[in-house]
């Protein structure tokens, strides 16, 4: 019996606790600090990138205090981990807009956990702000939401545009992961983009995430003779695929998105991964002297080198920031008019701008694999209006629609792309050598 | 006053007593609450009724269901479906008020309980007319399944996630669900029927020698509990109006099974209390931040090591209120003799199943 009351009043207390955690209403966040609350994956299945966000998040926050705030007023950041859960991330949204009154939320890697918070953030009319989900239905869940990365329709189109336009290739093979919806996702696209810029996807392959052996699918894809092929894929698996394909002596280059960032591809592929490319948001390597700065103080900091997830956290961050000293006050209409209007903003990602979606508009970085696993960047993919996928409400796309690599002769440095283009300019000559292809033939001056 | 005018009586009452909390306390409009803890309250409403569901399979039948959350995500997507093309229709046919809604949520928790309820019988029928821990690995594969195959139907938006479901937060329909759960469960256990199962998870070699047929009742129960969890799945994709597969790996089916360990199992009130702790820990621990995980895992191997078999498993929470009630000098044993001779007055009181454990258990004694 005594045990029974023990267990009901450890329930009892437990409520209490919950029910009498301190905060104000909403609209509390007066005073001297701009609240920012920021809900990450700091456990669960995607800690690993809730945790990069989140250091870039605080990077950038304790930036903007130690230069005295914004507008005098310091950034108090409410970190909130949701343990990779959508329920817990809405739950904590709530909290966020009711209990905590935060100007502005950052939040989440994993799309699927943005979309179960979004619509409670809209309707407390608080702006929410994602660094990295790459749904494109994200946005879609009101006008005061936003996105600072680039979304996978649009990251496919560069990939087909570049291996159409910069390399000039025609036939095209596809590898891919059937049971991955990145991968597949990309795939549509690749299939829709790469026809209209005068190339042929001559032959599809798939496989699954975890498959060691290539020999079957690669045998079919050297018959049908391609001069790329797209692997739209993580890089545990890129790597084996690339090393199977050079020992059966296909040699053409290969082309993925960001599921290739880790330096896990050079140590499994090794020299079979050299000369491809992928799609990525950043490149530490960028010889920019802010994307420097911002790699130096990361690595002062937490003694790794920033992957693009801690990038486009800490731009995100800075963008919010940026919002919300323009908007000069802690109300939400004026935060998210700011944040609508954001021009030119120059993160270490690319010059950001948002279209009338609320999706990033940002050159894509094509990286390069060098000797030594070492990731140059190729150019700066911005994608044209014609290669822009249906249904991405690409119209904003079309003000910059000159390639990169058109563009980067030093006279033609007059729009936006351009401007963002010159790293990629003292990058791709100092290297051009390094390579073969038409890229570099045409981005040398 | 006979029988079922008490029992209608005590209907209608907690129906009123439902809405009035709803209307007056958890009204948005109202502003009596945060809506945060009334979140959380909620969701530790449709938790009780995914626990007490469970609890009916593992806990009094015996069986090891790990595939909860599959019948869940089965329940959730079907109503989902239902809702975004044939509900709004409806509520909007019935003028799109507090009753049209009513109505197509109605219809939306009975054609999930449904569907869950069928996809039960699927898995039940070959896998429970085995013995042992064949279930566990059925229904732990039957969850995996349902995770795949949500992923690749896009009508249900696959692996992109299902947004655009009506959201209909109501505290009242998700306690109704919750009350009518423990009310049935409760019954069940009570009845012949409940006896059955108990007798199954006891014993299941002598339950068939005393006549039960071990898998028809298997089967039943099974089916009930899915139809249940399908019914808390309801609740949940009209919560916050948006479904992803990947919230019902297989990790959510061990959420379900920890309430109910830690609980304790077979105890409907020791259910409750562990939806409830469940999902009020993490948020009461929200203050330690990066603590939080560990505190929270730390507290619950504390638990199991000082309560083995849950936090009121092995007992009856009102046997001493009763007891009293009844008769103060009585002891335990004596009961035990009353409940033998049948009297009307302790038939509902205790079960096959409690009785076997009051004798062959101490408190604080491990089932080895």
């Avoid at chain 2, 006896?195 to 089967?219: C, F, H, P, Q, W």
Wanted: with cysteine; aromatic share 8%.
């Amino acid at each position: 019996m005594k045990r029974t009351f023990i267990a009901l009043g450890l329930t009892a207390s437990l409520l209490a606790a919950a029910a009498c955690q301190p905060g104000g209403g909403p609209g509390a966040g007066g005073g001297d600090k701009v609240k920012i609350g920021v809900f990450m994956s700091l456990t669960g299945s995607t800690a690993q990138f809730g945790i990069s966000s989140t250091n870039g998040i605080k990077m950038a926050a304790d930036e903007v205090n130690a230069a005295g705030g914004i507008n005098g007023k310091q950034i108090e950041l409410n970190v909130q981990d949701d343990r990779s859960d959508a329920q817990e991330a809405a739950t904590i949204v709530t909290k966020f807009v009711t209990q905590d009154g935060v100007a502005g939320i950052i939040g989440e890697v994993a799309s699927s956990r943005t979309i179960a918070a979004a619509p409670i953030a809209q309707n407390a009319k608080v702006p929410l702000l994602t660094p990295s989900s790459t749904n494109p239905d994200v946005t879609k869940k009101g006008d005061y939401i936003f996105r600072s990365c680039f979304i996978d329709p649009v990251q496919g189109a560069a990939m087909a545009q570049f291996a159409a336009k910069s390399l000039g290739k025609k036939r095209a093979a596809l590898m891919v992961d059937r049971k991955n919806d990145y991968s597949t996702g990309l795939e549509k696209v690749i299939n829709e983009v790469f026809p209209k810029l005068g190339g042929e996807v001559v032959i599809t392959q798939s496989y699954q995430e975890g498959d060691t052996d290539f020999n079957g699918q690669l045998t079919s894809i050297k018959g049908s003779n391609p001069d790329v092929i797209f692997i739209p894929g993580y890089y545990g698996d890129v790597a084996l695929i690339a090393k199977q394909a050079r020992d059966k002596g296909i040699t053409v280059p290969l082309v993925g998105g960001d599921g290739w960032d880790s330096a896990q591809l050079y140590t499994i592929g090794g020299q079979a991964v050299v000369g491809s490319y992928f799609t990525n948001h950043y490149s530490p390597y960028d010889t920019d002297p802010k994307v420097q700065k911002f790699v130096k103080d990361y690595q002062t900091r937490y003694g790794s080198i920033p992957d693009a997830l801690a990038a486009t956290a800490y731009d995100a961050a800075h963008i919010m920031f940026d919002a919300v000293k323009r908007a000069n006050s802690l109300d939400g209409k004026a935060i998210r008019d700011a944040l609508a209007t954001t021009k030119d903003f120059p993160g270490v990602t690319g010059t950001v701008n948002f279209n009338e979606n609320r999706d990033a508009v940002k050159p894509i970085m094509m990286i390069r694999v060098d000797d030594g696993g070492k990731y140059a960047i190729q150019e700066r993919v911005v994608v044209e209006g014609a290669a822009m996928p249906t249904g991405t409400g690409g119209g904003a796309n079309t003000n910059t629609n000159t390639n990169a690599n058109t563009a980067a002769t030093p006279g033609a440095n007059t729009n936006a792309a351009g401007n963002a283009n010159s790293g990629a300019n003292t990058n791709a000559n100092t290297n051009a050598n390094a390579n073969t292809g038409a890229a570099n033939t045409k981005a040398t001056p | 006053m006979p029988r079922y005018a008490r029992n209608l009586a005590i209907a209608l009452l907690l129906l009123a007593v439902l809405y009035a909390l709803d209307y007056l306390v958890f009204d948005p409009g109202r502003r009596m609450i945060s809506p945060y803890v009334a979140r959380i309250i909620m969701l530790a409403g449709i938790n009780i009724t995914l626990a007490v569901s469970l609890n009916l399979i593992n806990g009094f039948t015996g069986q090891f269901s790990i595939g909860h959350a599959g019948f869940m995500a089965v329940g959730a997507y079907s109503s989902a479906y239902f809702s975004v093309n044939y509900g709004k229709g409806i509520a909007e046919g019935m003028g799109d008020g507090a009753l049209g809604w009513a109505v197509a949520l109605l219809l939306a928790t009975l054609l999930g309980a449904l569907v869950a309820a069928a996809a039960g019988f699927l898995v039940g029928v070959p896998s429970l007319r085995l013995k042992g821990d064949y279930l566990a690995i059925v229904t732990l594969g039957f969850g995996q399944i349902i995770v795949v195959f949500l992923n690749n139907i896009e009508s249900v938006g696959a692996a992109r996630g299902y947004s655009g479901i009506p959201i209909v937060k109501s505290f009242f329909w998700i306690f109704l669900v919750a009350v009518l759960t423990i009310v049935s469960v409760h019954n069940m256990v009570r009845s012949a029927f409940g006896r059955a199962l108990i007798s199954i998870r006891e014993d299941e070699l002598a339950a068939e020698a005393m006549g039960v047929n071990t898998t028809r009742y298997k089967v039943a129960a099974f089916v009930i509990s899915s139809a249940l969890a399908g019914a808390g799945g309801v609740l949940l994709a009209h919560f916050d109006g948006y479904l992803n597969p990947k919230s019902f790996e297989f990790i959510k089916s061990f959420e379900i099974l920890i309430m109910i360990i830690l609980g304790g199992l077979g105890s409907i009130v020791g259910a409750v209390i562990g939806a409830i702790v469940l999902t009020v820990l993490p948020e009461a621990l929200r203050g330690f931040a990066e603590y939080r995980m560990v505190i929270y895992s730390v507290m619950l191997i504390v638990l199991m090591i000082t309560r083995p078999q849950g936090l009121l498993g092995g007992l009856d929470p009102f046997k001493g209120w009763r007891a009293r009630n009844r008769a103060k000098t009585r002891t335990e044993a004596e009961e035990i003799t009353a409940e033998d001779t049948r009297d009307k007055e302790s038939v509902d009181k205790a079960t096959l199943g409690e009785r076997a454990r009051d004798t062959s258990l101490g408190e604080g004694d491990t089932r080895s």
